[in-house]
């Protein structure tokens, strides 16, 4: 059982940034890979990054790449999602989950957190 935390969320304008983090409770965090996904109101959940385990491979959807960057503290059980030069469609939930291997689909996932709001002003 992996329980997930998410903080760091808040109000910035565009173009500023915002890192966003997720620790997680229980022993094994370190073999699952982690990922960030988000929500607009309307929409559905959508992939944003993923990184493996061990912190060596990590992937992310083009609408984020370049400007967003996933990293993770094993040692802190802690993930982290970098953001930078943030757009208003950033807006958004963000969740981080967990999963037993990276992949970019929802349903792979068995752990999530309960979110955190990211809003982005023009």
């Known amino acids: 059982q992996v329980q997930l935390v998410e903080s760091g969320g808040g109000l910035v304008q565009a173009g500023g940034s915002l890192r966003l983090s997720c620790t997680a409770s229980?022993?094994?965090?370190?073999?699952?890979?982690m990922a960030w996904f988000r929500q607009a109101p309307g929409k559905e959940r959508e992939f944003v990054a993923v990184i493996n385990w061990t912190g060596t491979n990590t992937y992310y959807a083009d609408s984020v790449k370049g400007r967003f960057t996933i990293s993770r503290d094993n040692a802190k059980n802690t993930v982290y999602l970098q953001m930078n030069s943030l757009k208003p469609e950033d807006t958004a939930i963000y969740y981080c989950a967990a999963a037993t291997y990276s992949s970019r689909s929802r349903s792979n996932y068995n752990y999530w957190g309960q979110g955190t709001q990211v809003t982005v002003s023009s």
């Open positions: 229980g022993r094994t965090f370190s073999s699952y890979s």
